[in-house]
Nanobody
Framework: QVQLVESGGGLVQAGESLRLSCAAS????????MAWYRQAPGKQRELVAT???????GYADSVKGRFTISRDIPKNTVYLQMNSLKPEDTAVYYC????????WGQGTQVTVSS
């Protein structure tokens, strides 16, 4: 089973930026869709952004225009660039397959203060 490790979260103020990384234990991104998800306190996990094997991207309406998903195939890493962060973006962020999903990891905490 491929292992995915999220990193890059932290505490920032509203309007600032963060870049999250998702490192895979083997090469998978060139043939599999990938996605970022998040779960805020008291809410269900939601889909944030997707990228297909062909590089096409999609975003939840709540982050469109602010977040960008990308990948570095030789490094087996997918990224989520988050700009203009808002307090409502506060959540634990996870990466996983965009179609088939494996086990969920621990994610990385993003906290945005007012």
């Amino acid at each position: 089973q491929v292992q995915l490790v999220e990193s890059g979260g932290g505490l920032v103020q509203a309007g600032e930026s963060l870049r999250l990384s998702c490192a895979a234990s083997r090469s998978i991104f060139s043939f599999n869709p990938m996605a970022w998800y998040r779960q805020a306190p008291g809410k269900q996990r939601e889909l944030v952004a997707t990228i297909t094997s062909g590089g096409m991207t999609g975003y939840a309406d709540s982050v469109k225009g602010r977040f960008t998903i990308s990948r570095d195939i030789p490094k087996n890493t997918v990224y989520l660039q988050m700009n203009s962060l808002k307090p409502e973006d506060t959540a634990v962020y996870y990466c996983n397959g965009g179609g088939y999903r494996g086990s969920w990891g621990q994610g990385t905490q993003v906290t945005v203060s007012s």
